[in-house]
């Protein structure tokens, strides 16, 4: 595996310059740039008090919600945006959850060779892998999908059943992926297990049955609100890694871009081992908007309105890991004494439904220094992240023109304005230099469907 596929991108807090403040994010329905900087004037006005602005709540017994805005106060009478992030961090993985995981593969023509005899062998170390306490099924699609193995428990004779219908699978035809979805969520969906997670691999664009990428994500949604999570594996340079990204998102799981079939095992890997030791599951998260205050441009999650509540899915969150959204609010020119923020955050554990929900505060002034002064550093990081993750999927966007030169232009400008601002905050190093060396690998790509990849792969990780 390149570092092209292995290095993630920044993350952190920030208190950065203009230049840095100034990406672009395309995510959502508005670009999304981080809030314009305020020169720090010296001001005798005693500082806001952030801990209204940002918050920390206990989500059942192995989870925290933490919620902020990327400003404790905010200017009088004037329209300005008030960045909103939202994070789930798992605390503690619950025990005894038995999984219902269906592997989802892709043997049209384009898998013939390598990436198919690959693809088969990690199937093999997956299925050997599942505890007795799992059920699995397998699905294939080509021209026409199928389920080739229904749901059944993946004891010693389940296992067996499923090598053997491996062994049998060959690589020929079309690619029916929207077929092939559908019959896999199917699948997972009638389980009784706590655990529902579909493996979608494939290496091309669809070809058969319904293409349309509207309708493909409609299907993902679909498994979102059944509780199915999917997780999606493009393979190769011909992967439609911008849709598959797409469907990831929309069904709270996770993208990853594999260069050939021999990435496909340790994917896989990830896979069991985060499914393995979740801490809560199916999360959503509702943002209720001030009144006169309008939705901008949302990272990490395909927002749905509800009147003046905004939900957004995370879906699964295992142990040490966290999830984020980022919601940017328009506020009104309006003469009030505050703004009030709602949140909310839904999960299940075990077979428990657990929830949470707090209140936001952003207080109002006139004096500029106190506006600046009261900015939130992490969710001030957080902003930038979104905005870089989109300045990255515009990388990617280049590459798949064919534009290789735009594509590595755009990949240098966030690596130089990453550098500065690790410069002036030491905690953004770390992923800042990760970036350098992606940029680094880029530079050398010479296959631009890999580097749109590659690229669409980052930015996933960088929103989320």
Same mark, same amino acid.
């Given at each position: 595996?390149?570092?092209?596929?292995?290095?993630?991108?920044? %993350?952190?807090?920030?208190?950065?310059?203009?230049?840095?403040?100034?990406?672009?994010?395309?995510?959502?329905?508005?670009?999304?740039?981080?809030?314009?900087?305020?020169?720090?004037?010296?001001?005798?006005?005693?500082?806001?008090?952030?801990?209204?602005?940002?918050?920390?709540?206990?989500?059942?017994?192995?989870?925290?919600?933490?919620?902020?805005?990327?400003?404790?106060?905010?200017?009088?009478?004037?329209?300005?945006?008030?960045?909103?992030?939202?994070e789930v961090e798992g605390t503690r993985a619950q025990s005894g959850q038995s999984r219902a995981l269906v592997l989802c593969l892709d043997r049209s023509g384009s898998m013939a060779g390598r990436n198919m005899d690959q693809a088969l062998e990690s199937a093999r170390w997956f299925i050997r892998s599942l505890s007795?306490?799992?059920?699995?099924?397998?699905?294939?699609?080509?021209?026409?999908?199928?389920?080739?193995?229904?749901?059944?428990?993946?004891?010693?004779?389940?296992?067996?059943?499923?090598?053997?219908?491996?062994?049998?699978?060959?690589?020929?035809?079309?690619?029916?992926?929207?077929?092939?979805?559908?019959?896999?969520?199917?699948?997972? !969906?009638?389980?009784?297990?706590?655990?529902?997670?579909?493996?979608?691999?494939?290496?091309?664009?669809?070809?058969?049955?319904?293409?349309?990428?509207?309708?493909?994500?409609?299907?993902?949604?679909?498994?979102?609100?059944?509780?199915?999570?999917?997780?999606?594996?493009?393979?190769?340079?011909?992967?439609?890694?911008?849709?598959?990204?797409?469907?990831?998102?929309?069904?709270?799981?996770?993208?990853?871009?594999?260069?050939?079939?021999?990435?496909?095992?340790?994917?896989?890997?990830?896979?069991?081992? !985060?499914?393995?030791?979740?801490?809560?599951?199916?999360?959503?998260?509702?943002?209720?908007?001030?009144?006169?205050?309008?939705?901008?441009?949302?990272?990490?999650?395909?927002?749905?309105?509800?009147?003046?509540?905004?939900?957004?899915?995370?879906?699964?969150?295992?142990?040490?890991?966290?999830?984020?959204?980022?919601?940017?609010?328009?506020?009104?020119?309006?003469?009030?004494?505050?703004?009030?923020?709602?949140?909310?955050?839904?999960?299940?554990?075990?077979?428990?439904?657990?929830?949470?929900? %707090?209140?936001?505060?952003?207080?109002?002034?006139?004096?500029?220094?106190?506006?600046?002064?009261?900015?939130?550093?992490?969710?001030?990081?957080?902003?930038?992240?979104?905005?870089?993750?989109?300045?990255?999927?515009?990388?990617?966007?280049?590459?798949?023109?064919?534009?290789?030169?735009?594509?590595?232009?755009?990949?240098?400008?966030?690596?130089?304005?990453?550098?500065?601002?690790?410069?002036?905050?030491?905690?953004?190093?770390?992923?800042?230099?990760?970036?350098?060396?992606?940029?680094?690998?880029?530079?050398?790509?010479?296959?631009?469907?890999?580097?749109?990849?590659?690229?669409?792969?980052?930015?996933?990780?960088?929103?989320?």
């Amino acid at each position: 595996m390149s570092k092209l596929e292995r290095y993630g991108l920044l %993350g952190g807090c920030f208190l950065i310059s203009a230049a840095v403040l100034a990406l672009p994010m395309r995510t959502g329905p508005a670009p999304y740039t981080p809030p314009d900087p305020v020169p720090p004037p010296v001001s005798p006005h005693v500082p806001a008090d952030p801990s209204r602005a940002e918050i920390s709540l206990p989500l059942g017994s192995s989870a925290v919600l933490r919620a902020g805005l990327s400003q404790a106060v905010v200017a009088r009478a004037t329209e300005q945006v008030v960045d909103v992030a939202m994070e789930v961090e798992g605390t503690r993985a619950q025990s005894g959850q038995s999984r219902a995981l269906v592997l989802c593969l892709d043997r049209s023509g384009s898998m013939a060779g390598r990436n198919m005899d690959q693809a088969l062998e990690s199937a093999r170390w997956f299925i050997r892998s599942l505890s007795e306490d799992d059920e699995l099924a397998l699905v294939s699609f080509s021209t026409r999908p199928g389920v080739d193995l229904p749901l059944t428990r993946a004891d010693a004779a389940g296992k067996a059943a499923a090598l053997a219908v491996v062994d049998a699978m060959h690589a020929r035809g079309g690619t029916h992926l929207h077929g092939g979805l559908s019959l896999a969520v199917a699948e997972a !969906a009638r389980s009784g297990a706590p655990i529902h997670r579909v493996v979608l691999v494939s290496d091309g664009v669809p070809t058969e049955g319904d293409v349309r990428a509207a309708s493909i994500l409609s299907l993902a949604g679909e498994a979102a609100s059944q509780g199915v999570t999917v997780t999606t594996l493009g393979v190769g340079s011909q992967a439609p890694g911008g849709l598959m990204e797409r469907v990831a998102v929309a069904a709270g799981g996770n993208f990853r871009f594999i260069r050939d079939g021999a990435g496909i095992r340790e994917a896989l890997q990830a896979e069991l081992n !985060a499914s393995g030791r979740l801490a809560v599951r199916d999360v959503r998260v509702r943002l209720a908007l001030p009144d006169g205050a309008t939705l901008g441009a949302t990272s990490g999650a395909i927002p749905e309105m509800q009147g003046r509540t905004v939900w957004a899915r995370v879906g699964d969150v295992a142990a040490g890991d966290r999830r984020h959204v980022m919601f940017r609010v328009h506020l009104p020119a309006e003469n009030v004494s505050g703004w009030s923020f709602a949140v909310h955050a839904v999960g299940r554990q075990s077979s428990t439904t657990v929830d949470t929900d %707090g209140t936001l505060l952003a207080s109002v002034s006139d004096d500029a220094a106190a506006v600046a002064r009261s900015r939130i550093e992490w969710v001030m990081g957080q902003a930038l992240l979104a905005a870089a993750a989109t300045e990255v999927k515009a990388a990617a966007e280049a590459y798949s023109r064919g534009d290789s030169g735009g594509g590595v232009l755009r990949l240098r400008e966030v690596a130089n304005k990453m550098d500065e601002a690790a410069r002036k905050q030491p905690a953004l190093a770390p992923k800042a230099r990760a970036l350098r060396l992606f940029v680094d690998d880029a530079d050398k790509e010479t296959d631009p469907g890999m580097a749109a990849n590659g690229a669409t792969a980052r930015a996933f990780d960088l929103a989320q």
